[in-house]
Nanobody, 116 residues
Framework: VQLVESGGGLVQTGGSLRLSCAVSGGIFSISTMGWYRQTPGKQRDLVARITSDGSTNYADFVDGRFTISRDNTKNTAHLQMTRLKPEDTALYYC???????????WGQGTQVTVSS
C-alpha cells in the first residue's frame, strides 16, 4: 500500500487549495481516509476524516471551510480548502486506516503555506 499526496503550495489569505491523496494496493474502498496537519513543535491534529461509507467529520477549526471527499473509482481522497487563513499553514498528511486489517499508514506530507 502506498499513499501519494499532492496539491500543497503557497496561497494568499482567503484563497483555496485542493489536496489529493492517491492510494494504491487495492484497499481504498474499505478504508477510512483522513487528513491531518502539523506545525513544528506541535502535535499532529486531525483536520477531516471520511469513512468507507462516506461519513465525514471535521475539526472545529475547519468551521465549514474545508470539504473532504473520496473517489472510489480513482482510489483518491481530496481535501478542498477554501477561505484559507495564515493559521492553516502546516504540513498536511494523508492517512489511510483499515481497522479490520490493522492497517494505519501515513503519506509523506504536503506543505500548505498561507501568506497574510
Amino acid at each position: 500500500v502506498q499513499l501519494v499526496e499532492s496539491g500543497g503550495g503557497l496561497v494568499q489569505t482567503g484563497g483555496s487549495l485542493r489536496l489529493s491523496c492517491a492510494v494504491s494496493g487495492g484497499i481504498f474502498s474499505i478504508s477510512t481516509m483522513g487528513w491531518y496537519r502539523q506545525t513544528p513543535g506541535k502535535q499532529r491534529d486531525l483536520v477531516a476524516r471520511i469513512t468507507s461509507d462516506g461519513s465525514t467529520n471535521y475539526a472545529d477549526f475547519v468551521d465549514g471551510r474545508f470539504t473532504i471527499s473520496r473517489d472510489n473509482t480513482k482510489n483518491t481522497a481530496h481535501l478542498q480548502m477554501t477561505r484559507l487563513k495564515p493559521e492553516d499553514t502546516a504540513l498536511y498528511y494523508c492517512n489511510v486506516e483499515v481497522p479490520v486489517m490493522r492497517l494505519n499508514l501515513w503519506g509523506q506530507g504536503t506543505q500548505v503555506t498561507v501568506s497574510s
